[in-house]
Nanobody, 116 residues
């Protein structure tokens, strides 16, 4: 089992940047595929980005492609989401997810608000 804690959210102006972090417990972090998802008020949770266990493969939602970058540091048991050129429609609670062998683990989420 793995426990996930997101951080780095906050209030930012349109066009600004934030870097989210997701710290994982456990000694097997490097074996998990890690993903970022978000949920805006009144909307379904949606996929944002995913990174393979080695970091060698990444995939993004079209809405964030070219603006967001997912990365991981397996030595630090942490996955990151660098968010640039933020837009008001990026406002949401951002969650990280660890997946392995059909099991998913979620963090508690961190709020990102993009507003002038």
């Amino acid at each position: 089992q793995v426990q996930l804690v997101e951080s780095g959210g906050g209030l930012v102006q349109p066009g600004g940047s934030l870097r989210l972090s997701c710290a994982a417990s456990g000694r097997t972090f490097s074996s998990y595929t890690m993903g970022w998802f978000r949920q805006a008020p009144g909307k379904e949770r949606e996929f944002v980005a995913i990174i393979s266990w080695s970091g060698g493969m990444t995939y993004y939602a079209d809405s964030v492609k070219g603006r967001f970058t997912v990365s991981r540091d397996n030595a630090k048991n942490t996955v990151y989401l660098q968010m640039n050129s933020l837009k008001p429609e990026d406002t949401a609670v951002y969650y990280c997810k660890a997946s392995q062998g059909g099991r998913d683990y979620w963090g508690q989420g961190t709020q990102v608000t993009v507003d002038s």
